[in-house]
Nanobody, 124 residues
Framework: QVQLVESGGGLVQAGGSLRLSCAASGRTFSNHAMGWFRQAPGKEREFVAAISYSGGGTGFTDSVKGRFTISRDNAKNTVYLQMNSLKPEDTAVYYC?????????????????WGQGTQVTVSS
């Protein structure tokens, strides 16, 4: 089992920045690729970003490329999502997830463990 706890969400104006953190406990953190997903009201959960087990590989959905970065600190069992130039359409609940795989995957079904989510609201 892997337990995941997200933090860092909040209310920010358009153009602002937030840094989400996801602290993991339980099984060996470095054995899992990690991902961030988001879900807006009335919409399906969508992939945002992912990072491989070592941090050497990353992937992003097109809408956040150039604005968001993902990183991990395996010594601290933590993955981060730095979000810059935020837009109102980034408003959603953001979820951290641990994959069954070592490399980047973008499909929710490829992730076994999920956090409870943290709300990000971007005002215009």
């Amino acid at each position: 089992q892997v337990q995941l706890v997200e933090s860092g969400g909040g209310l920010v104006q358009a153009g602002g920045s937030l840094r989400l953190s996801c602290a993991a406990s339980g099984r060996t953190f470095s054995n899992h690729a990690m991902g961030w997903f988001r879900q807006a009201p009335g919409k399906e959960r969508e992939f945002v970003a992912a990072i491989s087990y070592s941090g050497g590989g990353t992937g992003f959905t097109d809408s956040v490329k150039g604005r968001f970065t993902i990183s991990r600190d395996n010594a601290k069992n933590t993955v981060y999502l730095q979000m810059n130039s935020l837009k109102p359409e980034d408003t959603a609940v953001y979820y951290c997830a641990a994959s069954a795989y070592l490399l980047v995957h973008t499909t929710p079904n490829d992730y076994d463990y999920w956090g409870q989510g943290t709300q990000v609201t971007v005002s215009s």
